[in-house]
C-alpha cells in the first residue's frame, strides 16, 4: 500500500516561486508514474503535470514554461513540482497520484492520492 503526502504550498504574491513535494510511504516510486492535480471549487480537476516511470513528463498548456516536474534523485520516494511565475489563476488546492508505469491525464486511473495542499496567489 502507498501512502502519499504533499507539502509546500503556501500564499504568495503574483510572480513568486513555490515548490511542492509529493512523498510516498510504504513503496517507492520508482516504476510509477506520478502525476500533480488541481482543483478549485465547483471545477474539475485538472491534470497540472505528470512524469512517467521513464522520466517522460507532460504539462498543461497553462503552466508550460513555468512549472517543472522531477524526481528527487536523492530519495525515489519524493517527486517535485517546482512553481516559476505564479499566477492568481494558479490558485487551486493541489494534489499529488500515482499510478503503475504511464501518466494518463484521468484522475480516476490514478491508484494513490494524497490529501491535497492549498496554494493560493494573491496581491
Known amino acids: 500500500q502507498m501512502q502519499l503526502a504533499e507539502s509546500g504550498g503556501g500564499s504568495v504574491q503574483p510572480g513568486a516561486w513555490l515548490r511542492l513535494s509529493c512523498t510516498a510511504n510504504?513503496?517507492?516510486?520508482?516504476?510509477?508514474?506520478v502525476a500533480w492535480f488541481r482543483q478549485t471549487a465547483g471545477k474539475e480537476r485538472e491534470l497540472v503535470a505528470a512524469i512517467n516511470k521513464a522520466d517522460q513528463t507532460i504539462y498543461t498548456e497553462s503552466v508550460e514554461g513555468r512549472f517543472t516536474i522531477f524526481r528527487a534523485n536523492a530519495n525515489e520516494n519524493t517527486v517535485i513540482l517546482h512553481m516559476n511565475s505564479l499566477k492568481p489563476e494558479d490558485t487551486a488546492v493541489y494534489s499529488c497520484a500515482a499510478r503503475p508505469s504511464v501518466y494518463t491525464t484521468t484522475p480516476q486511473s490514478y491508484d494513490y492520492w494524497g490529501q491535497g495542499t492549498q496554494v493560493t496567489v494573491s496581491s
Open positions: 510504504g513503496r517507492p516510486f520508482r516504476g510509477y508514474a
